[in-house]
């Protein structure tokens, strides 16, 4: 079954450290990989996305997130967090089966930045 | 840029009502989406639909419609609304296949509560 796991719900950080939001996939089929963020009452943002080539993706607002195949990852991150930076992020993949408009999603993951 | 509106922030309806939720994007996108997102369970696909008068059931049908009459426009209908209905309903779209990765853009939201 295809599915993609935030195993965090929740992330604790100071402000300046670097921060690591999780993300693992299992997908049939080459990876499709987004981040999005969500701030307090909005909509999602669209942070970056992974479709092939070079394994560390350069995204929006400072992030980055890296592709690991083996280990089926796609870790979210930043090497200075700021408090701006707390909210929900949620990992999803393209649906490599069936209707391949779709995305599948994690849960989200909270992240709070400590000043 | 995408932009991806909808018609209310916020919407209070009684239980038995019928609810139209709309959402208009202004990029000429051929797919559109409607979620639902509750606290601790991400977010949930209720229809989506990849083209004019087209349509798909997501996870979570039971209990919506919808219609997409124009392609800038997909209307999610509540039939008759029910209390464990009350949630925040995200409208998105995304480009054809060939101009973009399946990125979905998403509007502002609209939290929804049926007393």
């Known amino acids: 079954a295809q599915s993609v796991a935030q195993p965090e719900d929740q992330v604790n950080v100071a402000e300046g450290n670097p921060l690591t939001v999780k993300c693992t996939y299992s997908v049939s089929g080459n990876p499709y990989l987004f981040w999005y963020v969500q701030y307090p009452n909005r909509g999602l943002q669209f942070l970056l996305k992974?479709?092939?080539?070079d394994n560390l993706v350069k995204g929006s607002y400072g992030f980055e997130a890296e592709f690991n195949k083996s280990q089926t990852s796609f870790h979210l991150k930043k090497p200075s967090a700021l408090v701006s930076d707390s909210a929900l992020y949620f990992c999803?993949?393209?649906?490599?089966?069936?209707?391949?408009?779709?995305?599948?999603w994690g849960l989200g993951t909270s992240l709070a930045v400590n000043p | 840029d995408v932009k991806v509106t909808q018609s209310s922030r916020y919407l209070v309806k009684r239980t038995g009502e019928k609810v139209f939720l709309e959402c208009v994007q202004d990029m000429d996108h051929e797919n559109m989406f409607w979620y639902r997102q509750d606290p601790g369970l991400g977010l949930r696909l209720i229809y989506f639909?990849?083209?004019?008068?087209?349509?798909e059931k997501g996870d979570i049908p039971e209990g919506y419609s919808v219609s997409r009459e124009k392609k800038e426009r997909f209307s999610l209908i509540l039939e008759s609304a029910s209390t464990n209905q009350t949630s925040m309903y995200l409208c998105a779209s995304s480009p054809p296949r060939g101009q973009g990765f399946y990125e979905q853009y998403f509007g502002p939201g609209t939290r929804l509560t049926v007393t």
């Open positions: 639909s990849y083209d004019v008068k087209m349509k």
């Open positions: 999803a993949v393209r649906d490599g089966a069936g209707n391949n408009r779709k995305l599948i």
């Open positions: 992974y479709i092939t080539g």
